[in-house]
């Protein structure tokens, strides 16, 4: 008896201590949202917490009015799709060319991933190359460099071994050569570890900054990402040039900042919820994955 | 009948058309630039490339060896990594422990679902969120100020000693739910049957955990920590980058925003590839080091 109430308290008082942590994450993320809702300058008396004092939309009309915003919205965008498709393209066939026990040169390749994974070349070095081949301010930096993943590689070797062979032994016979069979027969059937990936790298692309950081100076190639970093970043002069173009008194640099930040992570908080399953698979199929 | 080695590769071509791509972009992507390492051993100038700059052998080490400014960039590294490491990394086994403990149902799955939320935020995102919260009329200065427990805003972001604090903290918070999943699958491993025995015999809840739940995962716990361990030099580059200001780099600058300072503001190449080498070897050292540790004291360990 004494231990059930015991008990019965433990799970009170752990479903409390939930209530809390889970208030700790949202509280901060709906304090932004009230803020992009609120007036620039009464916002900086402070005491806004859950909701806008003094509702406007001005923000949100302001920064879709930059034509640049939309620019850089559909970079990111491009950059994740065409990147995403590329990276499961590239990293997939090599994946089920590996997959095949007597593929020629097979042991030399695992090696040389295994050697990536200790030592890499480090971000100058890296540098130099990327950009002595031509990458920099150029679209393709953002997909080249990452097409190939040997991580996620053999995550999806290992799936595709655990397939049942005989279905590809009957497409063979039917005489389909090696690309009909990853087309039509290996990719349907893997689509769990390709959503996973897909969704990791989709969730890289959509967020770097480093990549425009490093190798973008031209301004039409900037991801959202980069923008947002700019508007975080510049110093007082050039961030209050840039909102000065509006002039109001209704924003400040900060409230259309936080209208920004909302608009940008809006897709993936959209997604999120569906693709929960996704990247829980995911965490068990590769271990630990960044 | 052994079919030489054009043979064989003739009848696989159309794998071999797979796996080259990636093959390639290994190539390119990964081994070349670990051959311009040697930039860390020459006075590089871009004009002359790798094959003509001077070698200069181990002067770049030296130099930075030497230098004060290493050593508080060090230092600043070291700090915020040893605190990520204290306070999270216990954290998430406490979190993933307590979830753990949730009955399967619409509380547990919400619950879960919120704390791996921040994970997929970016740091700029967050950078600004942060900035955002800790400014003098943010969340955190205005719930402080109504609660009485402060006069005046508190100026997070420009005092350099506050630093180490808001970057270790932000990261757990990004982070700390994320870290639980590896857990929280071994511990769904865990046969049932031994909890029932343990109950029947008596034992409490905290006992459960102790002797049933800890054990379960402790294989995940080495590994995580000679992980953690191994990575306590590589910093978090994004967050220092969105979080650093003119007022606080003394506390904010780490390994891996000083690499790219020097080498990509200041075109200082071979010095700053030489930081980096150095922050590697070091790496893979401590990676070592905490793999023999943890075999000695837990009998697991990685490698």
Redesign the interface.
């Known amino acids: 008896m004494r ?1 059930e109430r ?2 019965a308290l ?2 009170i008082c ?2 409390i ?2 209530v809390f ?2 208030a ?3 509280f ?2 709906i ?2 949202l009230a ?1 992009s809702f609120n007036d620039g300058y009464d ?7 859950l909701f806008p004092r003094k509702f406007t939309l001005i923000n949100y009309k302001t920064i879709l009015q930059d034509p640049t915003i939309y620019r850089a919205f559909s970079i990111t965008v491009a950059k994740t799709v065409i990147g995403v498709a590329g990276h499961l393209l ?2 997939g ?2 994946a ?3 997959s ?1 026990s ?4 097979r042991k030399v ?1 695992i090696r ?2 295994i050697i ?1 994974m ?13 950009k002595s ?1 031509g990458l920099a301010n150029n679209f393709w930096v953002y997909i ?2 990452v ?2 993943s ?1 991580y996620d ?1 053999i995550i999806l070797m290992n799936f595709f071994r655990n397939l049942p062979e005989s279905i590809e032994e009957s497409a063979k016979i039917d005489g389909a ?3 009909q069979i ?1 087309f039509r027969i290996v990719f349907p059937l893997s689509l769990p570890a390709f959503s996973t990936i897909a969704l990791f790298h989709g ?1 890289y692309q ?5 990549v425009a ?2 190798y973008m100076t031209d301004k039409s190639l900037y991801p959202i ?2 923008y ?2 700019q508007l ?2 510049s110093t007082g002069a050039a961030s209050s040039a840039k909102a000065g173009v509006y002039i109001s008194k209704a924003f400040t640099t ?1 409230s259309l ?2 209208a ?2 909302i608009i ?2 809006l897709p ?1 908080m959209l997604v ?2 569906f693709l ?1 399953k996704y ?2 698979s995911g ?2 199929l590769g ?2 994955k960044e | 009948m052994k079919r030489t ?1 054009k043979e ?2 003739m009848s ?1 071509w ?3 058309v ?2 080259w ?3 390639i ?13 040697i ?1 860390a051993f020459q006075d590089y100038s ?1 004009l002359t490339g790798f094959f003509a700059s001077e070698f200069v052998g181990l002067d770049n080490f030296k130099a930075f060896l030497g230098d004060s400014d290493f050593y508080n960039v060090l230092t600043n590294t070291l700090a915020i990594s040893l605190l990520k490491l204290l306070i999270g990394f216990p954290l998430e086994i406490v ?1 993933a422990i ?2 753990n ?3 399967a149902g619409p ?1 547990k799955r ?2 879960q ?6 994970h ?6 967050l ?3 942060i ?3 800790l ?5 955190v ?3 402080l ?2 609660l009485h427990l402060i006069q005046e ?1 508190l100026p997070f972001l420009t005092n350099p000693n506050a630093y180490w604090w808001v970057a270790t903290l932000t990261d757990i ?1 990004k982070e700390v ?1 994320w870290g639980t ?2 857990y929280l ?1 071994a511990m769904a491993g865990i046969d049932p049957s031994l909890y029932e025995a343990a109950k029947v015999d ?1 034992a ?3 006992k459960r955990i102790w002797h049933i739940t800890l054990p379960g995962i402790s294989q995940i716990i080495v ?2 920590f000679v ?1 953690r361990v191994g990575s306590v030099l590589g910093s978090n ?2 967050q220092a ?2 979080l650093q200001s003119s007022s606080n780099i003394q506390r904010s600058e780490v390994i ?1 925003l000083y ?2 300072h020097l ?2 503001t200041q075109g200082d ?1 071979s010095f ?2 030489a930081v ?2 150095f922050s ?1 070897v070091v790496s ?1 050292i401590l990676l070592l080091l905490a793999n023999v540790l943890t075999k000695r004291i837990h009998n697991s360990s990685i490698f």
Do not use: H
């Open positions: 231990l015991g008990e433990f799970n752990n479903k201590f939930m942590f889970v700790i994450i949202v901060p993320l304090n932004i803020l916002a900086m008396k402070g005491g806004i917490y590239i990293t066939m090599a089920y060319a590996m095949k007597y593929l020629v040169g390749f040389m991933g990536t200790f030592f890499n070349g480090g971000m100058i070095p890296t540098f130099l190359v990327v081949l080249i460099p097409l190939f040997f590689m050569n090696m690309f990853f969730v959509w967020n770097d900054f480093f950081k490093l990402q980069y947002l970093y975080l970043t900060q900042q936080q920004t930040m940008t992570t993936i999120y919820p929960q990247f829980i965490m068990l271990g630990v | 080695f064989k590769w696989q159309q794998l071999q797979m796996v791509p990636s093959i972009l290994l190539i390119v992507f990964s081994f070349i630039p670990m051959f311009g390492l930039t871009p979190l307590l979830i403990e949730l009955r509380f919400v619950t679902t919120i704390s791996y939320l921040p997929f935020l970016s740091w700029v995102i950078g600004g969120m900035i955002s919260w400014s003098s009329s943010g969340l200065n205005s719930l100020m109504s805003p918070w739910g999943i590896l699958a008596g409490r809840k905290l590994l995580m992980l580059l994004e980058l969105v891996d690499v790219y080498g990509l190449f700053a590839t980096g080498i590697s893979v």
